[in-house]
């Protein structure tokens, strides 16, 4: 069974980087041809796709939030990170990280991502 578990800043600062942290258990996360996600959830709203690090490596972005978000992997440790850069309010939101297998990584239809963590909360607030 695939497990998957965020850790985050918590509270962060506007204008501050900082970065999330998926770890998963039950698979690797190089297995072709999963890929994994960062979804977020903003207070009042619904998910919302961030961006995702394939099996292989290959990142694919929100283009609306391309410009501030990195995800990046360390294969020696099972693990997947989101980096968030110069953090708004509107970053305020539960991090979700999420698995799914193809076609289509970049899917917003959300039954069809296999397995979830628990989410994490950022609260941005000076």
């Known amino acids: 069974q695939v497990q998957l578990q965020e850790a985050g800043p918590g509270l962060v600062k506007p204008s501050q980087t900082r970065s999330l942290t998926c770890t998963v258990s039950?698979?690797?996360?190089?297995?072709?041809?999963?890929?994994w996600s960062w979804i977020r959830q903003p207070p009042g709203k619904g998910l919302e796709w961030r961006g995702v690090i394939g099996y292989d490596g290959t990142t694919y972005y929100n283009p609306l939030r391309k410009s501030r978000t990195s995800i990046s992997r360390d294969t020696s440790k099972n693990q997947f990170s989101l980096q968030l850069d110069s953090v708004t309010p509107e970053d305020t939101a539960v991090y979700f990280c999420a698995s799914k297998d193809l076609p289509h990584y970049t899917s917003v239809i959300w039954g069809e991502y296999a397995d979830w963590g628990q989410g994490t909360q950022v609260t941005v607030s000076s």
């Open positions: 039950g698979d690797s996360i190089s297995t072709p041809y999963y890929a």
